[in-house]
């Protein structure tokens, strides 16, 4: 049984820093829905929790090991406003984006999505239509922040996301690239293939030139009715919500 030392409760606790993450390997999930979805899917480091969830949820640890904690403990730990009763700890995955897992699929790729909740919902979304592969720009918001594991809702643990150069990525990875943009073809009216890469730019700046040169097609959602004043943009999660909408209706 793991002791549940200060030492301990203070490096759980340092895990909202990135740089702790990196060092250790390590980072967090938090609540019920938020543990047991990701449960099986990485390699569990620490399992706390407090004697009321483990009475709750013990036919779901079968071969887990969990440390029993107070409600004062999991205060000190948590990220959350309000404490959690239960709290894992994984080892971060060594993932590389493999030629087979892109192939024929539609993917979504993100430059600098810097929002916690939009990573999140994005990923979400990708659950939702069956994407299961998100390439990001390495100045993309971390994907083990504990706001991103929270916002996903579970999706992180059945969508892969993966960094890199992304306009070094998209001249090779062979796959016809969409770029959303405030001018560009009527999503509803244009040619979209069911297997390609749609581009999702920062929440303020929208893509960037690097990728934009990268970029074959692009696209644009139209507000209604046309030419009527309305916000200057969409939400970047909503957006992606719309985008890949269409493309899976295309295919329905």
Not at 6 to 28: H, I, P, Q, T
Not at 111 to 130: C, E, H, K, S, Y
Not at 190 to 199: C, Q
Request: charged share 25%; net charge neutral; proline share 4%.
């Amino acid at each position: 049984m793991v002791e549940l030392t200060n030492r301990l409760r203070r490096l759980v606790a340092s895990l909202d820093d990135a740089r702790v993450r990196r060092e250790e390997g390590l980072f967090v999930a938090e609540g019920t829905k938020c543990v047991l979805d990701t449960l099986r899917y990485f390699p569990l480091r620490y399992l706390f929790a407090t004697s009321a969830w483990i009475s709750r949820y013990n036919s779901k640890l079968k071969g887990l090991e969990v440390t029993q904690a107070t409600r004062a403990d999991m205060e000190r730990m948590s990220q959350l406003t309000t404490p959690p009763e239960v709290i894992a700890v994984y080892e971060i995955p060594s993932r590389d984006i493999r030629e087979a897992d892109i192939a024929g699929n539609l993917i979504i790729a993100l430059d600098r999505v810097q929002d916690p909740g939009n990573l999140g919902t994005i990923m979400r979304v990708a659950d939702w239509f069956g994407i299961r592969d998100i390439v990001c720009s390495r100045d993309t918001v971390d994907l083990y922040n504990p706001k991103v594991v929270q916002a996903t809702m579970g999706a992180i643990a059945r969508v892969r996301v993966y960094y890199t150069d992304l306009p070094e990525w998209l001249n090779s990875c062979g796959l016809p690239v969409y770029g959303t943009f405030l001018h560009g073809d009527n999503i509803y009216d244009a040619r979209l293939d069911a297997a390609a890469v749609i581009v999702m730019g920062n929440e303020g700046k929208g893509i960037s030139d690097e990728v934009a040169e990268k970029v074959g097609r692009r696209i644009t959602i139209p507000s209604y009715p046309l030419g009527a004043v309305t916000s200057e943009s969409l939400n970047v999660g909503t957006a992606t919500a719309v985008t890949v909408a269409e493309f899976r209706r295309r295919q329905l």
